[in-house]
């Protein structure tokens, strides 16, 4: 600020303050769900032999990319799972187009399964509640859309998708 009608020039170092605002901004919390959509199904018709073969080549990349950038995975049934991370993290996976979609399904369509990744991940609260609440309803509306995206909600924002590339396919059943 400069003094009126004086030639005197206050300077505050802000540095500090900048640096704490980023890096709160960085750490805020994001909750993910992560499910393999028709997993279920497809281990309902499958052998013992062939499902270890699925989960080697689908549910370990999965844990493996949230490894990879930094995240927190527990698995809650054998096709979902929990992810904790934080905005920055976020961040990095967004400007990677969330590639492990495209990953499981290109991995999927080897082995000759009809299974894919939905995503969902919300932001932008600290209220753990509202953050469950909205991760489990983005991810009932993601697959309710087709499966194979990701959907994603901050607090006071609308809902954003990613992917969908896939085309809808029907569950496995026996008569198929």
Do not use: C
Not at 52 to 60: E, F, H, K, P, Y
Not at 71 to 91: A, G, K, P, W, Y
Not at 138 to 162: C, H, M, P, Y
């Amino acid at each position: 600020t400069k003094k009126d009608q004086g030639r005197v020039l206050f300077v505050k170092d802000i540095t500090r303050f900048a640096n704490i605002s980023r890096r709160f901004k960085e750490d805020g919390l994001v909750l993910g769900l992560l499910q393999l959509d028709n997993y279920m199904e497809v281990q309902q018709y499958e052998d013992e032999g062939r499902m270890a073969q699925i989960n080697t080549g689908l549910r370990q990349p999965v844990i493996d990319w949230a490894k990879r950038y930094g995240m927190l995975i527990r698995r809650l049934r054998s096709d979902r799972f929990l992810v904790v991370l934080n905005e920055r993290i976020f961040e990095m996976i967004k400007k990677d187009k969330f590639s492990i979609l495209s990953q499981i399904r290109h991995s999927a369509e080897a082995m000759d399964v009809s299974i894919t990744l939905s995503m969902s991940f919300a932001h932008g609260s600290d209220d753990f509640q509202e953050l469950d609440m909205m991760v489990n309803d983005l991810l009932e509306l993601a697959q309710s859309r087709g499966g194979d995206q990701v959907a994603i909600k901050t607090s006071k924002e609308n809902v954003t998708f990613f992917g969908g590339n896939s085309e809808s396919k029907e569950k496995r059943s026996k008569v198929r």
